[in-house]
């Protein structure tokens, strides 16, 4: 056994790197921490993990294949856990304001459990799972 502690990092291959950087900045609050322009790497904090998000056109990119597009995903989604509170209503008009595509809150199980999740889309199409804290396992 190889004892896993947590998730890294997630890879995205993106189109348009300035817009996927300024979602993941500006609408998910994930702070831009370095850029490798040479070789087309922009990593974003949330929280002890990183977004990588690489440009298709760049060198690693390149090594990658064809862009993602509507029938051509890199991944079904990325599950990022989001500090108490919790405030479905406030992250919904918070998503809405900046024009993001979101389903209504359902129950789903993650990494602390079952609780609440909101999914929504990214600009380029990426599915991201936005999780609530775990219910009380006393109810």
Not at 29 to 57: F, H, M, S, Y
Not at 107 to 115: D, K
């Amino acid at each position: 056994m190889i004892p896993i502690k947590a998730i890294d990092h997630v890879v995205i291959r993106a189109r348009d790197v300035d817009r996927m950087v300024a979602f993941y900045r500006d609408v998910l609050g994930c702070p831009l921490e370095l850029v490798q322009e040479d070789i087309g790497l922009w990593q974003l904090r949330a929280g002890t993990g990183l977004i990588d998000l690489v440009d298709v056109d760049g060198k690693l990119g390149r090594e990658g294949g064809a862009p993602p597009g509507t029938e051509a995903h890199n991944m079904d989604h990325l599950c990022l856990q989001v500090a108490a509170p919790w405030d479905p209503d406030a992250i919904l008009a918070h998503l809405k304001a900046h024009d993001v595509k979101a389903e209504p809150p359902g129950r789903r199980y993650g990494a602390e459990g079952y609780g609440p999740s909101i999914y929504l889309w990214d600009p380029e199409g990426n599915r991201v799972e936005l999780k609530g804290p775990p219910e009380d396992p006393r109810r």
